[in-house]
């Protein structure tokens, strides 16, 4: 299979201002460096950040250097750094291809979990900021009480319902309908969660080795689940400098074409970490590109309920759906509660029949009490919801202002909703932060456990779902543990040989 390409020009858009700084933050500097030193610095810190994805191709010399206006001398010599520095890699007959160093290429996936078990007595519990999930609301008690007065009409049966139960279906379709996608309740398959449903879909819609486009950065278990069938996630970078436009979708109709992607698995409705949302001009031309490349979209809707500003509401990306090319993916856990279990798959008939087929060899349905309870949290959804927003929206200012007082130099562009935002490090440090800081009191994930292949080192998400003493507190702890790393060595290139 061919390799996939970065275009000069988007490429040169990404670096932003590389001549007179590191072009990540949009902010000139003045710079005594050379040409081709700041420019590899400047790709160097999009592979970091996950702009350039690994195994990705950079353009040609002579099309970067007539795209950046200098001379194809200093692209040669750009590329020569890079590829000393391990950053390149360069075969016979083919391109040169993003990587990382041994010495960087890590996952970020080992958490230090353990620490809280030697932390000395008496010292405060450790702020766990590894999950981006609140407590219960108090209605879930009430919510349960009357699922327990429901029950007995369900004794009757055997209760496995791989399905469903009517009553939460009817519910989930009229609230869809409601957004603006007519929906039937033959059209819902209840499952154990948002994950759960996404793994059933790539059990039937999959292939081995087949490869699923990803936003970069993305939920981590996503990317798991992905690999864990045998396919390949494909990262099509967001445009962090641009929240409102954050979506490539130029890259992305490029990437399925480049790798016959016949998946995508895209989180639109405030993405996990940034918390972006896509605007209903985009969605519509996301689902033509589904349609002209032939690739089936996977849409992620569990943040879909916490928008926090005053953005208009959005369409389900299904609405602008001509066929069946879009099958949406929805959870009550992060709307209400994380041990309420209770997800569905938006889809087809059709596909829910073969879903139901490979259900069978996984589990036999969800329970109906949690079904029940949810069926309650569904019907009195508006106030619940209403005061959990309020409530995100005071710990992410609470958040951002410690932020602000403590962590000065790091940079912080909140979405408009979501449970965490992904702040960007002065440094690629994100791994060693989170493996020091369960020492000072707070447990964080790597950025990149967010990304493939070791991208996002200079990101870390912190999501705003503890109260907000907590939160102040972490963020003192976040500063301290940061303080302790001192100078990174390799924080930028230097030219290991004269040219």
């Known amino acids: 299979m061919a390799i996939r390409v ?33 420019l590899a610095e400047g790709i160097r810190l999009l592979i970091h950040d996950g702009r350039a994805p690994l195994g990705i191709a950079l353009p040609s010399e002579r099309d970067l250097a007539s795209t950046l206006g200098v001379s194809r001398t200093t692209v040669t010599s750009t590329y020569a750094l890079l590829r000393e520095h391990g950053y390149l890699i360069t075969r016979q007959g083919s391109r040169s291809t993003v990587a990382l160093p041994p010495a960087v290429a890590h996952d970020g996936t080992r958490a230090a979990r353990g620490i809280l078990a030697t932390m000395s007595t008496g010292a405060a519990p450790a702020v766990d900021l590894t999950y981006a999930a609140m407590t219960a609301p108090p209605e879930m008690e009430e919510a349960y009480s009357v699922a327990l007065q429901g029950i007995p009409s369900y004794l009757g049966t055997h209760g496995m319902d791989p399905v469903g139960i009517l009553p939460l279906r009817e519910a989930l379709a009229r609230r869809y309908t409601e957004r603006g996608l007519p929906t039937s309740a033959d059209q ?15 059990n039937v819609l999959a292939s081995t080795a087949g490869r699923v486009l990803i936003d970069h950065p993305t939920y981590p278990n996503a990317i798991e689940a992905i ?36 998946l995508a698995y895209l989180v639109p409705d405030h993405n996990n970490p940034t918390g972006f949302l896509m605007d209903d001009a985009a969605r519509a031309e996301l689902a033509a590109i589904a349609r002209d490349t032939r690739m089936l979209l996977i849409i992620d809707e569990s943040m879909a309920d916490l928008t926090l500003g005053t953005t208009p509401p959005v369409t389900p990306v299904a609405a602008f759906a001509k066929g069946s090319e879009v099958v949406t993916i929805g959870s009550a856990s992060k ?32 329970p109906v009490m949690d079904q029940l309870a949810a069926v309650h949290l569904l019907e009195n959804a508006d106030p619940i919801l209403d005061r959990r927003r309020a409530q995100l929206r005071g710990q992410r200012e609470a958040l951002l202002e410690a932020m602000a007082e403590e962590l000065p130099g790091w940079y912080v562009l909140p979405g408009v909703g979501g449970m965490s935002v992904w702040a960007q490090l002065p440094t690629p440090v994100s791994t060693a932060l989170a493996a020091t800081a369960p020492n000072h009191g707070v447990l964080l994930a790597a950025g990149p456990r967010f990304g493939v ?34 100078p990174q060595a390799g924080d930028s290139l230097q030219p290991l040989t004269c040219y």
Not at 240 to 255: F, I, Y
């Open 335 to 366: 709307s209400f509660w994380g041990g309420l279990r209770v997800g569905w798959i938006r889809t087809s008939e059709s596909l829910i029949t073969r879903l139901l087929g490979i259900r069978a060899t996984v589990d036999l349905g969800t």
């Open 227 to 262: 690999r864990d069938v045998g396919a390949r996630p494909v990262p099509v970078p967001l445009r962090l400098e641009d929240p409102a436009a954050a979506w490539d979708l130029d890259g992305l109709r490029s990437a399925a074409r480049q790798t016959a992607a016949s």
């Open 188 to 202: 819902i398959l209840v499952t154990l969660g948002a994950q759960h449903g996404l793994r059933l879909l790539l």
């Open 453 to 486: 292949q070791g991208a996002f080192e200079r990101f870390l998400r912190l999501p705003y779902t503890s109260p907000e003493p907590e939160l102040r507190r972490a963020v003192t702890a976040i500063a301290t543990a940061y303080a302790t790393l001192g």
């Open 6 to 38: 970065i275009g000069a020009t988007g490429l040169a858009r990404d670096l932003g201002h590389w001549r007179n700084g590191d072009g990540t933050d949009g902010t000139p500097r003045k710079s005594a460096r050379p040409a081709y030193l700041a």
